[in-house]
């Protein structure tokens, strides 16, 4: 089984710019969570989508966005870029079915976000 | 609101030997699961270990196991006979039962000496 995709892998902006993320999630898997990772914060939880619906959401501003297809790939869109938007941004999957231990999220290899 | 705390930045350990990583959570909730994950270099977090908050037994995953003090709020992580490729950031997560947000400590790197 194919795991986790994201594109692209790196990145270079300038502030104020806007920029979407792609993110596929493992074959069968509905939800998709998104988070950002930075050498000072760690990793922060952006949000996880489940079926196109956006289920749960971290304490990140309105400039950070997403959404979730049909085929449950997922896009996260960040507008009006600013240097401190400049991480590692990692998507993971997981059946989003049970919630129980065996629905463990996997994760992508991450789009390496440069703001200049 | 559940916090993770990963209290060493920074751990070596000599190649064959044991370490153990620590980490402690804060919760109110009853039902939940903790995770060890590990970074290598190349960024891909892989699942390393799992553990259910009801469940008394620690996980174990061939060199990888944890011990789980649920009244303490612990769950550290012991990698015995230790390789060059354990050589990664591992960080702690938190997850309650039925939600899908996890919470992660900072993160733990861990270098190993050959």
């Known amino acids: 089984k194919a795991g986790v995709t994201q594109t692209p892998r790196y990145l270079i902006k300038t502030r104020g710019q806007q920029v979407t993320l792609s993110c596929s999630p493992i074959s069968g898997h509905r939800s998709v969570s998104w988070y950002q990772q930075t050498p000072g914060q760690g990793l922060q939880f952006l949000f996880e989508y489940f079926s196109e619906t956006q289920r749960n959401k971290g304490n990140f501003p309105g400039r950070f966005s997403g959404r979730q297809f049909s085929n449950s790939r997922s896009e996260m869109n960040v507008s009006t870029l600013e240097l401190g938007d400049s991480a590692l941004y990692l998507c993971a999957s997981s059946t989003g079915l049970a919630g129980g231990i065996a629905d463990t999220q996997y994760f992508g290899p991450g789009t390496r976000l440069t703001v200049l | 609101a559940q916090t993770v705390t990963q209290s060493q930045p920074e751990m070596s350990v000599q190649e064959a030997e044991t370490v153990t990583l620590s980490c402690t959570y804060d919760t109110s909730e009853s039902d939940y699961y903790l995770f060890w994950y590990k970074q290598p270099p190349s960024r891909q977090m892989i699942l390393v270990i799992r553990q259910e908050a009801y469940k008394q037994q620690n996980a174990t995953e061939n060199r990888f196991s944890v011990n789980f003090q649920k009244a303490a709020k612990s769950f550290s992580l012991k990698i015995s006979d230790s390789q060059l490729g354990d050589a990664a950031m591992y960080f702690c997560?938190?997850?309650?039962?039925?939600?899908?947000?996890?919470?992660f400590g900072t993160g733990t790197r861990l270098k190993v000496l050959a």
């Open positions: 997560a938190y997850r309650n039962s039925g939600t899908y947000k996890y919470i």
